[in-house]
C-alpha cells in the first residue's frame, strides 16, 4: 500500500482537531499517512500514491490557486476527492443544479457581477458570496437594512464574486443539520446551532459549528442528503461527503450546502465515524478506488 496524505492548510494544521486522531487511527490500521499543507512548495505530489483532502480551509480565498493544485495532484496521484468533484463544489452555483433535478435548495437568487442589485420581500435575508466557506463575508440582514446589505451586495460584485441572496430560514434555530457520508454509505449526523445570530454584520470570525450535538436524521433528511450527492459529477467516486440541511418554514429539509471538498467531520463526536473513516481510507487508497 502506497503513502496516503491528508491535505491541509497552515490554519488547518492549527485548528483542525480531527487531524492527529485521524493519523493516529489510520497508523492503527497500518496506513502509513502523514499531514501535509496544500501549499507546501517544497511537496513532491507525485512522491505519495494517494491524497485525501482534510482541511484546506483556506481555499476559497485562493481558489485559482487551489484549483490549479487539485488537477496537479489529480494528474500525478489518486485525489479524493475527484477534480471534477471539488471544481464542481467550490461555487455555490452548483446549488442551481440541484434545484433543476427537482431537489429542494435554500430558494436562491444568484448576481454576478454587474447584475442589477435585487432585494427580496422577505422580512430578514441572507446576503453571501458564491465561493466562500466558514460563513466569510456572509450576513443577515432585516428589511429595513436594505441600504447596509445593497452595500454589502455591491462590494461583492466590485470584487468580481457573484452574490447570493436568500431568505433567513429562523427554523435553522432548531439546528442545521449536517449529513457525513463516508465511502457512498451514511456515516454519523450532527446539528449545528445558527451561525448569523448578529443582524447587520459581516463578522469572519465567527464560529462555523456553534453547539454540535449528535443527530438521528429523519427519512426525509437522509433521502435527501443522498439524491443531492447523487446530483454531484462523478458521484461513486466521492469518498468524503456532508450535506448540510436546514428546514423551511414547512419543516421540510432543504439543501443549505453540499460540502465535498474540506468538511470537518465532527469526529470528537463520534469514534465509530472515525474508525470508519480509518477503514474507508484504507480500503479506498488500496484497492485505487477513485
Ligand atoms: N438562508 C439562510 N438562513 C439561515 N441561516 C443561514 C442562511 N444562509 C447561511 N446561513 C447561516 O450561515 C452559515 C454559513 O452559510 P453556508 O451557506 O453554510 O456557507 P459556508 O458554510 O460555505 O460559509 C450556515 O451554517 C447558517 O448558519
Ligand atoms: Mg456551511
Redesign the pocket.
Known sequence: MGRVVLATSAVGLERDVDLPPVLDALGALGVSAEAVRWDDEGYDWAACDSVVIRSTWDYAERLDEYLGWVDHVAAVARLHNPAEVVRWNSD?RYLRDLAAQGLPI?PTVFLAPGDPVELPGHEQ??V?PSV?????D?A?YTADQGALAEAHIRSLQAAGRTVMV?????R?AEG?RALVFLGGEFSHALR?G???TDIGVIDNARV?HPDLVIHQPSPAERELAVAAIAAAPRSKEILIARA?L?LADDGTPVV??L?LIEPFLFFGHTPEGLERFARVVREWTASGVG
Open positions: 455555490k435554500v435575508f441572507v453571501k466562500s466557506a466558514g460563513a466569510h456572509t443577515r436568500q431568505p433567513y430560514l429562523s435553522i442545521e449545528k445558527p451561525v448569523l462555523a448540510d436546514a443549505m450546502e460540502e
